[in-house]
């Protein structure tokens, strides 16, 4: 994607990746100062496709893809993960990180099953490319970081240590006017969005980005797993109608 800025600027793409109501829509529309993403507590307005926004970030040509969230709490049963992998492949070249979105609270057997889907999407090859991030940061105890956090609960800290220890830590609502008290940089959005670019940038120098090549592999293992289900599914309509047709008689 080609900059139209007179000055040049790197152009990032993240993907945001987390089960419903984490606040992932909320947390993009941070990132941009701006409600670009439906935020909206209602059943209606929850992500159920893709979207996808850039905007200037701090000298940073800055691409969201907003993602329909998992284990939708409305009870959708459509799995998202076609309309996830589409958009993703339509990335050029392909996103430079994964932003698996968490909330700061109590890491549950629902949170471990969401790692588990976006491994299940992307391979666990994935998590080289991401970085965890929490929201709801004000929940955090004061003076605590989310490293500390993140250290009291054993299962949290081997999905981070995956991650390469990457992992930061915003508030949507609170942080909105710490971004000017130097007293509380930690717990300012503004600060932590610094921090996580530089994270996506050292990420980068060890990994590079994850590739089209890879998301491409994914959507074709996708259309195979389709044909097989519709033809399992028409086989069994046929036998059914065998059956069906042999009790006429």
């Known amino acids: 994607m080609a900059s139209n800025s007179p000055h040049s600027l790197r152009e990032r793409t993240l993907v945001l990746v987390g089960k419903t109501g984490v606040g992932k829509s909320s947390l993009g529309n941070t990132f941009f100062k701006e409600k670009v993403f439906d935020n909206k507590c209602s059943p209606n307005s929850r992500t159920s496709t893709c979207q996808s926004e850039t905007k200037e970030v701090m000298n940073t040509q800055l691409t969201l893809v907003d993602t329909p969230g998992l284990f939708d709490v409305e009870g959708s049963e459509k799995d998202p993960k076609s309309e996830i992998i589409r958009s993703i492949t339509e990335c050029d070249p392909g996103p430079h990180a994964f932003l698996i979105v968490l909330r700061v609270d109590y890491y549950t057997k629902q949170d471990e099953d969401v790692i588990t889907r976006i491994c299940q999407y992307f391979t666990e090859e994935v998590l080289k490319y991401s970085v965890i991030v929490f929201t709801h940061g004000d929940d955090l105890d004061e003076g605590t970081t989310i490293h500390q956090f993140v250290d009291q609960n054993e299962k949290l800290k081997n999905l981070v240590t995956k991650c390469d220890d990457r992992c930061h830590v915003f508030d949507s609502k609170h942080w909105k ?23 996506v940038e050292k990420l980068i120098n060890v990994n590079s980005s994850f590739t089209n090549k890879m998301m491409q592999e994914k959507q074709r293992q996708l259309q195979r797993e389709e044909k097989n289900g519709l033809n399992v599914m028409l086989c069994s309509n046929w036998r059914m109608t065998g059956l069906n047709a042999r009790n006429l008689f």
């Open 177 to 199: 006017n710490n971004d000017d008290a130097e007293e509380e940089e930690y717990r300012s959005n503004s600060y932590q969005l610094k921090e996580l670019l530089n994270t």
